[in-house]
């Protein structure tokens, strides 16, 4: 009966259970009463005996003959390797059987069955014509293999010995339409595919292989994500960057080719970023890289069942190359959003004035429409220093929490993307991060200073902000005081807390298209921090621990003030570069586009100046100029160049504000006329520079970043020989450090760094020639 029951089927592999029960209700078999019940029973009985024989289909083998699976009876696994079952052959000529699986592609994995019942198989497929990937594949798994075994023992158990497989022998259907399935119904077995390709602009293997893929993907009777019943999968590419020296001419296509399409099959299970490597040059350590972010998650996987956090919700399966991101700011990207609109503003009226940071929004809200554009002056902000009697009797409660968990400022918040740490900082990835891991180019602090975006942590100890400037996107979302009144947290909190809230932040980009594995593995050592995201870094009151915490672990500080604090300001230590905001250069014009809550704002502002003035031959200092048209640009040339006269900065940045239409929240009335054009703000720029010159101050145009209509002037201290050198040597930086301590003298001379790239200086544009570009819709731009 079983052989019949088979045949109908196209194969002669034993059925399972389910198979067979499907097969009695499809066929109506006519077996009535209990005679027959009873031989079914004893049938049954004696296939599910046969099915726990320790034997195995090997993969690949037409015969479907059974053979035991010698691959898994090294020492130290399974003795009884788990069969895998592989899908029957179809009879020849006849269709495909396909046997479509629907997995919710963004749900974690949930492994119910109990730890000692689960199995983890992993596979590592290769192609190869010279034989290098079929030693590196076989090199890799020993090696992965070797480090399985030294799991702890939970997990030593669950993980199968791994599979090299050669995709010029196997079957594609038998891996590439569905996972592999077990026919072993001890254990429930899940498998980890990993890719290891070299590329050939000939015909090869790999054009099968690709023409496969791409078939399952496109075949109407499959689901279109056949293979989300995988754990999850990872490529590594080999090529050669001399005859293909960018990834653009060809270096590795075919692997990136196969990492898109395995996203699509298996619904972004994208585990770990595409690795690429070339024998000649670096393949070594780009595999170890990739190595160990694969050991990583398989240990994840195996502990969780999961690939974690964002990871099967982040990769695109759409691969359609568009980013698809709400646009995002960072500090460096002072932005216009769009106005609130009215439907939100008499909500906002409607509500309760609990927190002092609800103030910012009730004073938003109760602005005149468009006030701002034509130029009239927002009303002063309160001076909660002042504020009346309800503050008062809150003081006497004791402090509050900046930002409690349960607050609409912690929601709003976090639903922008920062992790909320302690009750006052913050940390969010910036999109220039995400950019440079996806090698689509750096901020225009790579340019100038050589940061690598990549490595950058973008966070606050203080959300809190003593200005509500007209063009700060974080309205409504930050609170706002003239002086500290909240609990404070411990500086090792926040900095644990930040470093563990990027990291997380990271970890979530692993299944994001695009993510390269170097840079990501680089992207697991933070080496700057960009104390700006939002608030007012130095109102925290252990700014200068949280510094020296920074700097122990060798990460550079780029520390943001609006030039309202200038006690703190003066007693700040050593930074790697202090910036100050220059909003304006005049009072009426500060107070209309910062709106400080301080009534002696301007004083503390030209007091600022002057303790930047002090501090310039001890730190690196910089005027942040932030230009918005119809605020701070038009007939203030002059008033500028007095600004700089007075504080004699070592750089001053000029970058026009960036325009968001796609924010809902509140806005100052502005709008995209208020965006200045690159060729404005060069013009603004070289009007500036010419200024300077008149007044004898010696300074020049040192650098750019068009792409984010930045602009660099720089004292001519730092030009040696005629070339600029804006660069900052940040290991010179650390050891004067740890010589001289925070409070040590030296000047920012001593760590000068190289010159300044020519693709980066003034008139070159600025853009990283290592990376792609492409517009905001992840389009590629022709150079
Ligand atoms: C004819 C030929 C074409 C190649 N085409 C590419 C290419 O388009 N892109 C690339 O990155 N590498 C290319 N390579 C380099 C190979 O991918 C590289 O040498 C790889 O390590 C070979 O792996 P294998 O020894 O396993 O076959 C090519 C090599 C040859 C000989
Ligand atoms: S400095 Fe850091 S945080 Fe600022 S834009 Fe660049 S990468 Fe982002």
Known sequence: MAGRWDAQLGGDKPLGEIEILQLWHDHRLPILGITASIGLVIWLCLLSYRAREPAAYVPGDDTSSIKPAATNSAAGWE????????????????????????????????????????????????????GTTERTANGFSHTLTTSLQEQPAELRGIFLKPQVLDLTQIDYDEYFINPPKTADSRFSVDHFYLILLPSYNIDTINDNLLEHLKETHHDFRIDTAPLSGLLGYSVFGLGDREG????????????????????????????????????????????????????????????????????????????????????????????????????????????NIDDVEDLGRIMKASQPENEGTNGAAPPIAIDFTTYGKKTSKKTLQGPKEMVPKNSPTYNSLTKQGYSIVGSHSGVKICRWTKSALRGRGSCYKFSFYGINSHQCMETTPS???????VFCWRHGTNPVGTTWRWVVDPPDVIFNGVKAGHYQKIKMMRGVPGVRAERFAEAMRIRHCALSLVGEPIFYPHINEFL??????????FLVCNAQHPDQLAALKAVTQLYVSIDASNKESLRKIDRPLHRDFWERFQRCLDILREKRFKQRTVFRLTLVKGFNVEDEVDGYADLVERGLPCFVEIKGVTYCGTSTSAGAGLSMANVPFYAEVSEFVTALDNKLRERGLAYGIAAEHAHSCCVLIASERFRVGGKWHTQIDYQRFFELLEERGADGDWTPEDYMGPETPEWATWGNGGFDPRDERVDRKGRKIER
């Open 79 to 130: 003795e009884k390797a788990t069969p895998l079952k592989t899908t029957p052959k179809d009879p020849v000529g006849g269709p495909r059987r396909i046997k479509g699986e629907l997995r919710k592609p963004n749900g974690a994995r949930v492994l119910s069955e109990p730890a000692h019942e689960r199995r983890i198989q992993v596979l590592v497929f290769y192609s190869s014509l010279t």
């Open 244 to 351: 293909w020296p960018s990834e653009e001419d060809g270096f590795c296509f075919q692997a990136k080719e196969v990492d898109k399409w395995m996203a699509k099959l298996t619904g972004r299970k994208r585990a770990y970023p595409l690795g690429m490597g070339d024998p000649k040059r670096d393949l070594e350590q780009r595999l170890d890289e990739w190595t160990t972010g694969v050991k990583d998650v398989l240990a994840l996987v195996a502990t969780t069942g999961s690939l974690g956090d964002g990871v099967a919700g982040s990769g695109n399966a759409i691969e359609s190359d568009y980013e698809d991101e709400p646009e995002e700011v960072d500090d460096d990207e002072v932005i216009i959003e769009e106005p609130i609109t009215q439907k939100k503003q008499k909500k906002t009226n409607g509500g």
């Open 463 to 469: 959300l809190s902000c003593s200005n509500k400037c």
């Open 548 to 557: 020296a915490m920074l700097h122990g672990e060798r990460i550079s500080s």
